[in-house]
């Protein structure tokens, strides 16, 4: 089976739609998505209807649970909350309706997909862990593979049956032992934090024992643009470009 995993669009809808077009021509069996699939973006709600017509089951992400849960609110910093008020404008009674729905974590044969950390945490950063701690989690957890996002970052943790270790994913495709456990941090579509501009999204082949981060080219002009049309903090477009984590 052939899946494709992608998270973080934020309301990218250009970068979706050009993720899309290379899934449909990779021959894949099934799409998840691991949440945040609105904020800090220009179109919030044609990304929803999106997914919602592809039928791409999701996780709920943080951007999901602050749209509708104010409560949540400490958890953003001043950038991320004044993102969320925008948003707030730009959804329709329907998607905010169907962002309460999404579940904290999803299984699919063999794999579980979470917005944060294993087993089902939404607002937990992978990279606030220590490696212990992960290895613990893959020895708690029962599938073989592990799908996370929440951090933008590309790195994946196996675990071979006595240690975990931490290895950086980019372009090469990694050959998986299917005697391992695996947890992957899989990047973003719509908001890069890792020097590359580009949307990013995996494809794991269970066959064939293997993962590939794809790399799609969108246009990120066109959306920047509208970021800073719209009133959202300028960061959040700047980043699209692919610069790297700052405060």
């Known amino acids: 089976m052939r899946l494709a995993v992608l998270s973080d669009i934020h309301g990218n809808l250009n970068a979706f739609e050009e993720v899309l077009k290379d899934i449909d021509s990779s021959r894949i069996d099934k799409i998840f998505c691991l949440g945040d699939n609105i904020g800090y973006g220009p179109q919030p709600e044609e990304v929803v209807k999106l997914i919602q017509e592809r039928r791409i089951p999701s996780v709920m992400g943080n951007h999901e649970w602050g749209i509708f849960d104010k409560n949540k609110w400490d958890d953003f910093n001043p950038l991320a909350q004044k993102s969320l008020t925008i948003t707030r404008q730009l959804i329709s009674a329907g998607t905010l309706q169907y962002s309460k729905t999404l579940k904290p974590f999803l299984i699919h044969d063999d794999c579980r997909f979470v917005h944060g950390c294993p087993p089902d945490l ?3 950063y992978l990279y606030t862990l220590s490696l212990e701690q992960i290895h613990d989690l893959l020895l708690q957890t029962r599938e073989t593979f592990c799908f996370v996002g929440h951090t933008h970052d590309l790195v994946y943790y196996q675990y071979d049956g006595y240690r975990t270790t931490r290895h950086s994913l980019g372009r ?6 299917p005697d391992y456990r695996y947890l992957f941090n899989i990047g973003s579509v719509g908001q890069p934090r890792d020097g590359d501009d580009r949307a990013k999204y ?4 269970t066959k064939a024992h293997a993962l590939e981060v794809r790399y799609i080219t969108y246009d990120v002009a066109y959306t920047a643009d509208r970021i800073i049309e719209l009133g959202f903090p300028e960061l959040f477009a700047r980043r699209l470009w692919g610069v790297k984590k700052q405060a």
């Open 172 to 177: 090469d495709r990694i050959n998986l032992n």
């Open 202 to 205: 995996v494809i794991l082949d």
């Open 122 to 124: 939404v607002f937990t």
